[in-house]
């Protein structure tokens, strides 16, 4: 009796799994679709569609709930698969403090599926230390190396997300080092924006007791850095975080056409 429903179960698994490479198989020819023929990566309003369709499935059922859970899953491996096949690149976002590095690269894993990884998160997680107390304890110099180094190990992971802490551009080796498998975001914003986004959050050592003027000069002296490590320019002034996310995908994808679909169509997405 036993044998027999696990032979049961082993059934199921094989059609699951069959049933859910094809799935992706499926989706993965989408993407490939909308890339040449220059249509948004992300249509929320078809997944919402789906999901209400497994809903009507499952009404039934005391597994609504967990299976739509899993569905989520299923939505979100779903678009890593796309988006690795459209874009077989790392996304790198560079910008000056307050550009919305973190907020934007958070939600562009959640919405891409991509594996997300913060610089300056990385180097507290490798020396149980925050940003501020290391700047404090051993100056720019030890910090910048510590930057290097966590960048080095970064710049080898695929389909990842990668948000990079304003100065790493200063290094010519982490701009590089990140280009070998990842296309550069340069999120841009106004010095007064950077400023409100940036005031009273006092784990930024360079910017303590900053004005709206130094800010600018920095940012003035940074800019050629950040222009000249960018693959694309994003200004974020006014942009609500799912707007960014969306023009940083779709332009990504449209760019990474082949050769012969892009010519024609392309606009200049540098400033
Ligand atoms: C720095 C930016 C910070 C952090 C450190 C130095 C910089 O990251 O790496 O305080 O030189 O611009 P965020 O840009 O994420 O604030």
């Known amino acids: 009796m036993l044998d027999l429903l696990r032979s049961e179960i082993d059934a199921c698994d094989s059609q699951v799994t069959d049933a859910l ?3 992706l198989a499926a989706a993965v020819r989408i ?15 078809r997944e919402a569609a789906v999901m209400d369709r497994i809903g009507q499935l499952l009404q039934e059922t005391p597994y609504a709930e ?21 874009v077989p690149h790392n996304i790198v976002l560079i910008g000056f403090m307050g550009s919305g590095k973190s907020t934007v690269g958070r939600a562009l894993a959640e919405l891409s ?41 970064l710049c080898g992971a695929s389909a990842a997300i990668i948000a990079c802490g304003g100065g790493c551009v200063l290094d010519k080796r982490n701009v ?3 280009k070998q498998q990842g296309k550069l ?22 910017l303590v007791n900053k004005t709206k003027q130094d800010i600018a000069a920095m940012l ?13 320019v994003v200004p974020t002034d006014d942009k609500p975080v799912g707007e960014i996310v969306e023009t940083i995908l779709n332009t990504l994808i449209w760019d990474s056409r082949p050769p012969a679909a892009t010519a024609a169509v392309l606009p200049d997405c540098r400033q």
């Open 21 to 23: 490479l094809r799935r």
């Open 220 to 232: 003035a002296l940074r800019q050629p850095l950040y222009h000249s490590a960018a693959d694309y």
């Open 113 to 153: 599926g991509y594996d997300y990884y913060d610089v300056d998160r990385v180097i507290e997680a490798d020396t149980g230390h925050a940003v501020a107390r290391l700047f404090e304890t051993g100056g720019e110099g030890y910090f910048r190396e510590l930057e290097r180094q966590a960048v080095a190990r």
């Open 66 to 86: 967990p299976i739509r859970e899993l569905y989520r899953t299923v939505f979100r491996l779903s678009r890593r698969a796309q988006l690795q096949h459209v």
């Open 185 to 206: 975001v340069w999120l841009t914003a106004e010095p007064e924006t950077l400023y409100d986004r940036i005031r009273g959050n006092g784990e930024r050592p360079l």
């Open 176 to 178: 590089a080092c990140l």
């Open 31 to 45: 993407a490939a679709y909308k890339q040449e023929h220059n249509l948004a990566f992300y249509h929320p309003r």
